[in-house]
């Protein structure tokens, strides 16, 4: 019987829903077949957070309907995005004793994992995500892969992530209420960081920066380890809001004027150019300088840049980002934000798209588009969620199966 994974990313601007089959690639191992997909307009969403559960319960409906719709196949789970300003981070250690005549077992990291946990927390914050940076047995460091080591004692130096209840709750309720159980709710930039980074960034040291409509959110990766995660409370709207200041226009006038005539290279555009808009007051439309449009998108992309660089720089990790900085995400299309970002940030920077190397077929030509990583990412994230789910059976073996890998592949579930 075939398997199903599918996918719902809630954003402020947009909900995508996706639904897709496992399948394997030619080496046997694990893969998707995308199935069928279905976008609608965000509405109640305002920065990752719910603020109107009836608009927002009738958007997630509209785009799981289209998904299903072009599948062919009812969306029975999901794994859902999450992210907003509520999201905080944390280190935590966890123990567990290991039985030296095993060695490391799959319980004891879980144990382990256990104990990073329990950590005190308010009654309004729940844990989201508990994620081993670091494994440490018998007091050596950096291990990655402690599975079947020798020891008497295995630490794990985990990164907890942790959200606004109430808000979890919002969330959980609006896609529900369309008989629709939640899997799992992801983090949105580890979502993300399936579908665009390679695995010698992740080595090397890179930060993703998922650029959504109404947040930014940043994921670093160090030692092909998660090593800090940053919520920032702006966005691709903050762009369309500051050239609906400048031209006294409608937001989505401005929104429109932003996607087909903006840069935030305003040097490269020529003087000349002059745009035509509506705006407030005016029955006619009026012409502006297409420069002046940039010249603003470009003063917005570049504080934009500088607190993403001194939030990179407090975290500790500036200098650690061999890589560079991933762009993704719908606002990161701007023109020119790869070439401002390296000037700004002084590193290397590039744009982060699902492509052809991740074990996912049938992506359509919109799915392959920076706006769509988080959607892919969480396909992929739940891919790695339903094998880790099926090699916890690993004590009843199967015939033609490789166990051995299997459990290598759980060990690797368990790391970003």
């Known amino acids: 019987m075939e398997e199903f994974i599918s996918a719902i990313d809630i954003g402020t601007t947009k909900i995508c829903a996706l639904l897709a089959g496992v399948t394997h690639d030619s080496l046997g191992n694990l893969a998707l077949r995308v199935l069928g997909e279905g976008t609608s307009v965000s509405q109640g969403i305002r920065r990752g957070v719910v603020v109107n559960v009836t608009e927002a319960i009738a958007c997630i409906g509209e785009a799981i309907e289209r998904c299903e719709t072009d599948a062919g196949q009812h969306m029975e789970s999901a794994y859902v995005g999450i992210a907003g300003s509520h999201i905080a981070t944390l280190n935590s250690k966890g123990v567990s004793p290991v039985d030296a005549r095993q060695g490391v077992t799959m319980h004891d990291m879980q144990r382990a994992l256990e104990g990073a946990r329990a950590v005190a927390l308010p009654q309004s914050k729940e844990?989201?995500?508990?994620?081993?940076?670091?494994w440490i047995v018998d007091g050596q460091n950096n291990v990655q892969h402690p599975l079947g080591m020798s020891g008497f004692r295995l630490e794990v130096d985990?990164?907890?992530?942790?959200?606004?209840?109430?808000?979890?709750?919002d969330i959980t309720q609006c896609v529900t209420a369309h008989d629709v159980a939640v899997d799992e709710l992801v983090l949105e930039p580890l979502a993300a960081n399936e579908a665009v980074l390679r695995a010698d960034e992740r080595r090397m040291g890179v930060a993703v920066v998922d650029i959504g409509g109404g947040t930014t959110d940043i994921a670093v990766f160090l030692e092909d380890a998660l090593c800090h995660t940053i919520v920032l409370d702006m966005g691709g709207?903050?762009?369309?809001?500051?050239?609906a200041v400048g031209l006294h226009a409608p937001f989505e006038t401005c929104e429109e004027l932003k996607l087909r005539y903006g840069s935030v290279l305003p040097e490269s555009v020529p003087e000349d150019d002059k745009v035509w808009a509506t705006v407030f007051g005016e029955k006619a439309e009026r012409s502006f300088s297409r420069r002046f449009i940039c010249e603003i998108l470009e003063a917005r992309a570049?504080?934009?840049?500088?607190?993403?660089?001194?939030?990179l720089d407090e975290s500790g990790y500036y200098d650690h980002l061999s890589a560079g900085v991933v762009l993704t995400g719908g606002s990161s299309q701007v023109p020119g934000l790869t070439e401002l970002g390296r000037s700004v940030l002084a590193m290397p920077v590039r744009i982060g798209?699902?492509?052809?190397?991740?074990?996912?077929?049938?992506?359509?030509?919109?799915?392959?588009?920076?706006?769509?990583?988080?959607?892919?990412?969480?396909?992929?994230?739940g891919l790695h969620e339903d094998a880790r789910k099926i090699r916890q059976n690993y004590a009843q073996p199967r015939q033609g199966i490789d166990w051995k890998n299997r459990a290598l592949d759980f060990l690797r579930g368990l790391l970003p």
């Open 158 to 169: 985990a990164h907890v992530v942790t959200g606004s209840s109430m808000a979890i709750k």
């Open 237 to 243: 709207n903050h762009f369309s809001q500051d050239i």
């Open 302 to 311: 570049v504080e934009m840049l500088e607190i993403i660089g001194t939030k």
């Open 353 to 381: 798209t699902p492509s052809n190397r991740l074990p996912v077929t049938g992506m359509s030509r919109t799915l392959q588009s920076p706006a769509y990583s988080t959607s892919i990412g969480l396909l992929l994230w």
């Open 127 to 134: 844990i989201v995500h508990t994620i081993a940076r670091e």
